[in-house]
């Protein structure tokens, strides 16, 4: 299963759309917080960022008006410190 890591980078403005709430429906069950403005995703379909964008996003959006500034990349190796729930996630997902 492909992880990615979802980045937002300045935090929604008003009654702008909300990213989290983006991932926490699409990803209900494969989706971390791991930082004020940034969460891991879990996806056995997607490939490419782009994939877990488009999933977020929905077809024909275009995203900067939808969620602000954000960068989904892949996520395929770590290291660092960060809580026991983080890294037994990410072992559980074969990383």
Same mark, same amino acid.
């Given at each position: 299963?492909?992880?990615?890591?979802?980045?937002?980078?300045?935090?929604? &403005? $008003?009654?702008?759309?909300?990213?989290?709430?983006?991932? +926490?429906?699409?990803? *209900?069950? #494969?989706?971390?917080? &791991? $930082?004020?403005?940034?969460?891991?995703?879990?996806?056995? +379909?997607?490939?490419? *960022?782009? #994939?877990?964008?488009? &999933?977020?996003?929905?077809?024909?959006?275009?995203?900067?008006?939808?969620?602000?500034?954000?960068?989904?990349?892949?996520?395929?190796?770590?290291?660092?410190?960060?809580?026991?729930?983080?890294?037994?996630?990410?072992?559980?997902?074969?990383?």
């Amino acid at each position: 299963m492909a992880v990615f890591l979802v980045t937002l980078a300045e935090p929604p &403005v $008003g009654n702008a759309p909300n990213i989290e709430d983006a991932i +926490k429906s699409k990803y *209900p069950n #494969d989706h971390k917080k &791991v $930082g004020e403005l940034a969460w891991l995703v879990s996806d056995s +379909k997607a490939i490419t *960022p782009h #994939d877990v964008d488009m &999933v977020l996003l929905g077809s024909g959006q275009n995203p900067v008006n939808i969620y602000g500034p954000h960068i989904v990349s892949s996520f395929s190796g770590y290291w660092g410190y960060h809580d026991k729930e983080t890294w037994e996630w990410l072992n559980h997902r074969g990383m």
